[in-house]
């Protein structure tokens, strides 16, 4: 179901967050659902991996995160304000101790020339510690391409986070 890499990241993630006695939220957008299945995907991940939120819509990272309708308006929802603010709302609206939030654009449409296809906005937040943020600009020749790439980024995020 997911690369070998994504695989890896996954199992490597579990076991760093097991050790520490860190329990991990997702928050998505372009990705779905996908990084949260990664992670589920490995045996063992219930020792860590509290929830995840599928927020797609404006509305949803509204209600569900917390991100300020105006803020959304202002910036658009792939912006690293907006990645900031749902890690920060999913950290808040869970049990975890790490979030990582992901907002962008995969394609094959909505791109613009300010925020082309393959966009991403990556943003992580620990229990009493600064914000992080990463954008990227992914290439691929599909949706699933840019989504791949950017599961992967999120994964190592994370583990940055771990330590």
């Given at each position: 179901?997911?690369?070998?890499?994504?695989?890896?990241?996954?199992?490597?993630?579990?076991?760093?967050?097991?050790?520490?006695?860190?329990?991990?939220?997702?928050?998505?957008?372009?990705t779905?659902?996908?990084?949260?299945?990664?992670?589920?995907?490995?045996?063992?991940?219930?020792?860590?991996?509290?929830?995840?939120?599928?927020?797609?819509?404006?509305?949803?990272?509204?209600?569900?995160?917390?991100?300020?309708?105006?803020?959304?308006?202002?910036?658009?929802?792939v912006?690293?304000?907006?990645?900031?603010?749902?890690?920060?709302?999913?950290?808040?609206?869970?049990?975890?101790?790490?979030?990582?939030?992901?907002?962008?654009?995969?394609?094959?449409?909505?791109g613009?020339?300010?925020?082309?296809?393959?966009?991403?906005?990556?943003?992580?937040?620990?229990?009493?510690?600064?914000?992080?943020?990463?954008?990227?600009?992914?290439?691929?020749?599909?949706?699933?391409?840019?989504?791949?790439?950017?599961?992967?980024?999120?994964?190592?995020?994370?583990?940055?986070?771990?330590?």
């Amino acid at each position: 179901m997911f690369s070998l890499e994504i695989e890896t990241l996954a199992r490597l993630l579990i076991d760093e967050a097991r050790e520490r006695s860190l329990r991990i939220v997702t928050a998505e957008s372009c990705t779905g659902g996908l990084v949260a299945g990664a992670i589920c995907s490995i045996p063992g991940a219930s020792d860590v991996f509290e929830r995840g939120f599928v927020v797609y819509t404006n509305r949803a990272k509204q209600e569900l995160l917390g991100v300020p309708g105006d803020l959304i308006a202002d910036l658009g929802a792939v912006s690293e304000p907006v990645a900031r603010m749902m890690a920060e709302g999913a950290l808040e609206a869970s049990n975890a101790h790490v979030a990582v939030a992901i907002t962008g654009v995969a394609g094959p449409g909505g791109g613009t020339p300010m925020k082309p296809v393959g966009t991403v906005h990556i943003a992580t937040a620990r229990s009493n510690q600064a914000l992080m943020h990463r954008s990227e600009l992914f290439d691929g020749v599909t949706r699933s391409d840019i989504q791949e790439q950017a599961v992967q980024a999120a994964l190592q995020a994370l583990r940055d986070r771990m330590t």
